[in-house]
T-cell receptor, first 112, second 113 residues
Framework: NAGVMQNPRHLVRRRGQEARLRCSPM?????VYWYRQLPEEGLKFMVY????????ESGMPKERFSAEFPKEGPSILRIQQVVRGDSAAYFC??????????FGQGTRLTVV | GESVGLHLPTLSVQEGDNSIINCAYS??????FIWYKQESGKGPQFIID?????DKRQGQRVTVLLNKTVKHLSLQIAATQPGDSAVYFC????????????FGAGTRLAVHP
């Protein structure tokens, strides 16, 4: 049973470009969470999704950031017009319901 | 707002010694806490959890202590090994129960031979 899969592991984007981060939850998991981690800091909650629904996006910036978890395929975190401040590690976690969440290895975004 | 925070950013220990990592929380209504281990370049990994109706919980080489009076919890690692080198986070889910975890800043544990 593969764990939470995130890709790419590393992503470099120039300022103004778009970044797309993908997360495939563990098999059977329908709950997905995205977190952002700045260097030397803890993880900060961004968004919680269930299949085709955004449940809580209170931690996600109102502009340029969006997330989806379609019926088929991985969850996508999309950052438009990236800026240097978006450089961070983005982690995805998945769970069955209100059970333990398992984290992926993260995508490290570098904006140059 | 409510927060979960850590006292020490870095802890250096000798291999074989016991390690103690501390965490303070501010919400007296918090009833569930989780410790995570994050190795370099990896995602957080669940270590152990504790509910507020307990003062102590033991796992394999790890013990979590909860002091609700002073809103403090600690993670004790016995006979620390090089493989324990990582950043350790305490985290707290919201009352709603889903995994909108609030993480502390983390403590880096460095184990020296």
């Amino acid at each position: 049973n593969a764990g939470v899969m995130q890709n790419p592991r590393h992503l470099v984007r120039r300022r103004g470009q778009e970044a797309r981060l993908r997360c495939s939850p563990m098999k059977g998991h329908s709950h997905v969470y995205w977190y952002r981690q700045l260097p030397e800091e803890g993880l900060k909650f961004m968004v919680y999704l269930q299949k085709e629904n955004i449940i809580d996006e209170s931690g996600m910036p109102k502009e340029r950031f969006s997330a989806e978890f379609p019926k088929e395929g991985p969850s996508i975190l999309r950052i438009q017009q990236v800026v240097r401040g978006d450089s961070a590690a983005y982690f995805c976690a998945s769970s069955l319901s209100n059970t333990e969440a398992f984290f992926g290895q993260g995508t490290r975004l570098t904006v140059v | 707002g409510e927060s979960v925070g850590l006292h020490l950013p870095t802890l250096s220990v000798q291999e074989g010694d016991n390690s103690i990592i501390n965490c303070a929380y501010s919400n007296s209504a918090s009833d569930y806490f989780i410790w995570y281990k994050q190795e370099s370049g990896k995602g957080p990994q669940f270590i152990i959890d504790i509910r507020s109706n307990m003062d102590k919980r033991q796992g394999q080489r790890v013990t979590v202590l909860l002091n609700k009076t002073v809103k403090h919890l600690s993670l004790q690692i016995a006979a620390t090994q090089p493989g324990d080198s990582a950043v350790y986070f305490c985290a707290e889910p919201p009352p709603s129960g889903y995994n909108k975890l609030i993480f502390g800043a983390g403590t880096r544990l460095a184990v020296h031979p």
